[in-house]
């Protein structure tokens, strides 16, 4: 059986955006499948924001990922951090396993559960981040 990627997928896996760790985070998201033996961990920095719609209000103002996995929870990965990138706590907190599947251009069945890593490693770095200031 083979895999088919798209052409998106395939992008944000060779070439990944925002990976790393983000020293001193806000807030820190690690989630796993025992079954497929993904790991995703999620960093996330908190700030005001200065301008636009959402002046005043805190926002994700910085994002990184550590993912050891195949190419779709890398894909994965980077996608989640460029759709919360910039966006406020409740506005990321809404991004659901199928936006990060639809940003990709969809994935193969097989592979739809690397989404539902992505945006829970995102959901868990915000309740961390919430937890840890009590919010």
Do not use: W
């Not at 097989?110 to 770095?125: G, P, V």
């Amino acid at each position: 059986m083979s895999i088919v990627y798209s052409e998106k997928v395939i992008e944000h896996f060779t070439k990944p955006r925002n990976v790393g760790e983000i020293k001193n985070a806000d807030g820190v998201g690690q989630v796993g499948n025992r079954i497929c033996g993904d790991v995703m961990k999620v960093y996330i920095k908190i700030a005001k924001s200065t301008s636009g719609k959402n002046k005043g209000k805190e926002i994700i103002k910085d994002i990184k990922f550590q993912t050891l996995g195949c190419a779709a929870a890398i894909a994965t990965s980077s996608m989640i951090t460029e759709l919360a990138k910039g966006k406020t706590l409740d506005e990321a907190s809404k991004i659901t396993r199928k936006d990060v599947s639809k940003s990709l251009d969809s994935l193969p069945p097989i592979k739809e559960h690397c989404s539902n890593l992505a945006a829970d490693a995102l959901h868990e770095a915000i309740r961390n981040y919430k937890k840890k200031n009590k919010v």
